[in-house]
C-alpha cells in the first residue's frame, strides 16, 4: 500500500504499468544510452502524460512499455507480469490482448467498414468473431461512432479516423492503452476533442498513457512524466486544469462537431 492509500485510509490502485530501473543502449559506434535508470509506475484507472523533445527517450520507453523492444537492464511489467519472463509467442499474445495501441497515423484499412476495422483488431487475441463483432460495436459506441459502423475510413473526417482507431485500442478490454502522439495529425479543435475523448475515457477506468512533444497537452494531463536525455527529470500530478475542467457537463462521451 502506498503512503496516500495508507493516508487515507483505503488502498491504492494496483499497478498496471511497472518500469523498474529501466535503461535502453543501442550498439552503434559510439554506443548510444537511450534510457538510463527510468523507474516509475502508471496506476489502474490513471491518464498521464510522457513529454519529452526529440531525442529524449520517449520513443524508446514507448517500445519498451509497448512489449515492442527489450530494455537492456531493469524490468518491465504489465499488469503484474514480467515481459522478460515470457517467450515470443507469450510476449505477442499479452500485447494483443492487454495493451491498446493509438498512433498518430491511423493505420485504418480503407477498404473495409469501421466496425470490420475495429473487429479485425482482436483477430489475434483469442477472441471469437461474434464476441469480437460485439466488443467493437460497443468500442464503437464508446467513441460516439456507433451509427457509424458501416461507413469507411474515407468517408470520416481526420478526427473521426482517430476516434476509430482509438475505438480499436478499446476493443479488446486492454489492461492499458498506449496513444504516440494521437492529435499530431488533427488540427488544433480536433485535437482537443481527441483529448477531451481520452479524458472521458479515463473517467470510465480505462488507463491510458499518452507520449507527447507538447508540453501544453501534457500540461492538460491529470500527470505529466517528464523525459530528458533519457532521465525523468520531473513526475507532477494535478498542476494541470484537466480536459473535463475546460468541457460543460454532459454526458461522459462526448462527439464535438467536427468538419467532414
Do not use: C, W
Not at 15 to 40: C, H, I, N, W
Not at 129 to 137: K, M
Request: avoid cysteine.
Amino acid at each position: 500500500m502506498s503512503i496516500d492509500g495508507i493516508a487515507n485510509g483505503i488502498p491504492a490502485a494496483p499497478a498496471v504499468l511497472e518500469v523498474d530501473s529501466v535503461t535502453k543502449t543501442y550498439p552503434s559506434q559510439p554506443p548510444v544510452m537511450a534510457l538510463r535508470g527510468v523507474s516509475f509506475t502508471v496506476a489502474r484507472g490513471e491518464l498521464a502524460a510522457i513529454v519529452g523533445p526529440s531525442g529524449s527517450g520517449k520513443t524508446t520507453l514507448l517500445h519498451l512499455m509497448g512489449t515492442l523492444d527489450k530494455p537492456t537492464s531493469g524490468t518491465v511489467r504489465i499488469a503484474g507480469t514480467d515481459v522478460a519472463e515470457l517467450t515470443d509467442r507469450e510476449v505477442a499474445f499479452l500485447r494483443a490482448s492487454r495493451i491498446g495501441f493509438v498512433f498518430q497515423q491511423f493505420f485504418l484499412a480503407e477498404h473495409k467498414s469501421l466496425l470490420d476495422n475495429v473487429t479485425d483488431g482482436l483477430m489475434y487475441a483469442g477472441v471469437r468473431l461474434a464476441r469480437r463483432r460485439e466488443l467493437a460495436l460497443d468500442a464503437l459506441s464508446a467513441v460516439g461512432l456507433a451509427g457509424r459502423a458501416g461507413a469507411r475510413p474515407t468517408q470520416l473526417s481526420g478526427g473521426q479516423r482517430q476516434r476509430v482507431a482509438i475505438a480499436r485500442a478499446l476493443a479488446g478490454e486492454p489492461a492499458i492503452i498506449l496513444a504516440d502522439e494521437p492529435t499530431g495529425n488533427l488540427d488544433q479543435s480536433t485535437g482537443q476533442s481527441i483529448l477531451a475523448l481520452f479524458e472521458a475515457l479515463q473517467q470510465r477506468g480505462s488507463t491510458i498513457v499518452l507520449i507527447t512533444h507538447d508540453i501544453s497537452i501534457a500540461r492538460r494531463m491529470p500527470r505529466r512524466i517528464e523525459v530528458l536525455d533519457g532521465r525523468i527529470v520531473a513526475d507532477t500530478r494535478g498542476e494541470g486544469a484537466g480536459v473535463a475542467d475546460s468541457l460543460a457537463a454532459g454526458p461522459p462521451i462526448v462527439q464535438p462537431a467536427e468538419h467532414p
